[in-house]
């Protein structure tokens, strides 16, 4: 096994300096208008267009030929349909972020990883580490993650949706150049020995999960005007992860943050949360929203490579989770994250059909992420970010 990703890694009881957050960064009380949320939409009118029920989708009807979805939906009249894509094109631009319900996953899945993840995450912190993260090991449990390069207050775990995760062996530090090795590393899930069933509720759920993430991939495209399957090619050899996000209490939780402010990096976020609420998403004006835990929703957000596809027409928002000072919280995000062969630049389709010239010079993901995941061990300065690849 190879080094611990922070070996030192202290906590906070240690280093309580390492979290503290800087004070323009620092929470602030809750926005002037508590009753502003996300748009929630019902994926119903979708199951309805294919003719499924969303109450039959289920951890083993994950593949799928696309195509065939496709088709259906591209000749689907259904007011209700349109109205589900045109609402969907609307929370994009408007929020970059919205809920679904009637999404078709079962709930048990879904309770059954926070009941094991819970009880992973009381685990003594010396099993845990047992399957921490390496710097030739990305998946798996940390507890020393950066975001914006400031000590999140936070422990996670990390498994990829097939098993491992390939990323080029080294890049060049020049982020504009896009320089990677040909020669790449696969590193793969790492799993705990306790709780029993830990990995078996994991991978159910991420199934399930995947087969939604899919859905909603078609589902933003059609908004944009683009065929439903024209971008599922770039995910049969995804790099897609899920996370178990814990959030201990904390004392402190004025001036920390569970994670810092920052923008998803790859397509599509899938977020589970519990009961215990602290997602803040910034509205268009600025003001910090808090989105409400809602039993049996998931809440979804573009990426910042759908921002690069879309060429900004929707943007990949920033968001923050805040800490709680009695109680701990546990959010589940599902990441949807191309084939790292995918170079991504603004849809050809979209720009033709948009009249627009290109936001962004094509930057490869495989790059991208292998570079993001160095700056994650250790601050690097700025972040990689999409900004470096505008035009
Ligand atoms: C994330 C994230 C928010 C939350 O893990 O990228 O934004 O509510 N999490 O845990
Ligand atoms: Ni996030």
């Given at each position: 096994?190879?080094?611990?990703?922070?070996?030192?890694?202290?906590?906070?009881?240690?280093?309580?300096?390492?979290?503290?957050?800087?004070?323009?960064?620092?929470?602030?009380?809750?926005?002037?208008?508590?009753?502003?949320?996300?748009?929630?939409?019902?994926?119903?009118?979708?199951?309805?267009?294919?003719?499924?029920?969303?109450?039959?989708?289920?951890?083993?009807?994950?593949?799928?030929?696309?195509?065939?979805?496709?088709?259906?939906?591209?000749?689907?009249?259904?007011?209700?349909?349109?109205?589900?894509?045109?609402?969907?094109?609307?929370?994009?631009?408007?929020?970059?972020?919205?809920?679904?319900?009637?999404?078709?996953?079962?709930?048990?899945?879904?309770?059954?990883?926070?009941?094991?993840?819970?009880?992973?995450?009381?685990?003594?912190?010396?099993?845990?580490?047992?399957?921490?993260?390496?710097?030739?090991?990305h998946?798996?449990?940390?507890?020393?993650?950066?975001?914006?390069?400031?000590?999140?207050?936070?422990?996670?775990f990390?498994?990829?949706?097939?098993?491992?995760?390939?990323?080029?062996?080294?890049?060049?530090?020049?982020?504009?150049?896009?320089?990677?090795?040909?020669?790449?590393?696969?590193?793969?899930?790492?799993w705990?020995?306790?709780?029993?069933?830990?990995?078996?509720?994991?991978e159910?759920?991420?199934?399930?999960?995947e087969?939604?993430?899919?859905?909603?991939?078609?589902?933003?495209?059609?908004?944009?005007?683009?065929?439903?399957?024209?971008?599922?090619?770039?995910?049969?050899?995804?790099?897609?992860?899920?996370?178990?996000?814990?959030?201990?209490?904390?004392?402190?939780?004025?001036?920390?943050?569970?994670?810092?402010?920052?923008?998803?990096?790859?397509?599509?976020?899938?977020?589970?949360?519990?009961?215990?609420?602290?997602?803040?998403?910034?509205?268009?004006?600025?003001?910090?929203?808090?989105?409400?835990?809602?039993?049996?929703?998931?809440?979804?957000?573009?990426?910042?490579?759908?921002?690069?596809?879309?060429?900004?027409?929707y943007?990949?928002?920033e968001?923050?989770?805040?800490?709680?000072?009695?109680?701990?919280?546990?959010?589940?995000?599902?990441?949807?994250?191309?084939?790292?062969?995918?170079?991504?630049?603004?849809?050809?389709?979209?720009?033709?059909?948009?009249?627009?010239?290109?936001?962004?010079?094509?930057?490869?993901?495989?790059?991208?992420?292998?570079?993001?995941?160095?700056?994650?061990?250790?601050?690097?300065?700025?972040?990689?970010?999409?900004?470096?690849?505008?035009?």
């Open positions: 096994m190879g080094q611990l990703a922070n070996p030192e890694s202290p906590t906070w009881a240690e280093a309580p300096e390492a979290f503290i957050l800087p004070p323009e960064h620092r929470p602030k009380a809750g926005p002037k208008s508590a009753d502003d949320d996300i748009p929630v939409l019902s994926l119903a009118p979708f199951f309805d267009a294919i003719g499924e029920s969303d109450k039959e989708n289920d951890a083993t009807s994950t593949s799928k030929d696309w195509g065939d979805v496709a088709a259906k939906v591209a000749s689907c009249e259904e007011p209700a349909f349109r109205g589900l894509v045109a609402d969907i094109g609307k929370a994009c631009e408007e929020w970059g972020f919205f809920a679904v319900t009637e999404h078709g996953v079962p709930i048990a899945l879904l309770e059954n990883v926070q009941a094991v993840g819970r009880e992973f995450f009381r685990l003594p912190r010396e099993e845990k580490k047992r399957i921490g993260r390496t710097f030739e090991m998946l798996g449990y940390n507890d020393s993650e950066l975001t914006k390069n400031t000590r999140d207050w936070k422990e996670i990390d498994w990829a949706v097939r098993g491992f995760m390939e990323m080029p062996e080294s890049v060049e530090s020049d982020y504009r150049s896009c320089k990677y090795s040909e020669a790449t590393v696969k590193s793969y899930n790492q705990p020995a306790k709780p029993e069933g830990f990995r078996e509720a994991c159910l759920y991420t199934a399930a999960v087969h939604l993430g899919s859905i909603l991939l078609g589902l933003v495209s059609m908004s944009l005007g683009l065929p439903f399957n024209l971008l599922h090619h770039c995910f049969e050899e995804n790099t897609s992860r899920s996370r178990l996000n814990y959030y201990p209490q904390c004392p402190l939780s004025d001036k920390v943050c569970g994670v810092n402010r920052h923008v998803d990096s790859g397509a599509l976020t899938v977020l589970a949360q519990d009961d215990v609420g602290g997602l803040q998403v910034k509205r268009r004006d600025g003001e910090w929203i808090s989105v409400k835990p809602r039993a049996g929703a998931f809440v979804v957000n573009v990426g910042a490579i759908f921002q690069v596809w879309s060429n900004d027409k943007r990949a928002i968001h923050r989770a805040m800490v709680n000072e009695n109680k701990e919280r546990l959010s589940i995000p599902v990441f949807f994250d191309p084939d790292i062969k995918t170079n991504v630049a603004p849809v050809p389709e979209l720009l033709d059909q948009d009249h627009q010239p290109p936001h962004y010079q094509p930057y490869n993901w495989g790059f991208f992420r292998k570079t993001r995941n160095n700056g994650n061990f250790k601050p690097l300065g700025e972040n990689i970010q999409i900004y470096h690849y505008a035009l």
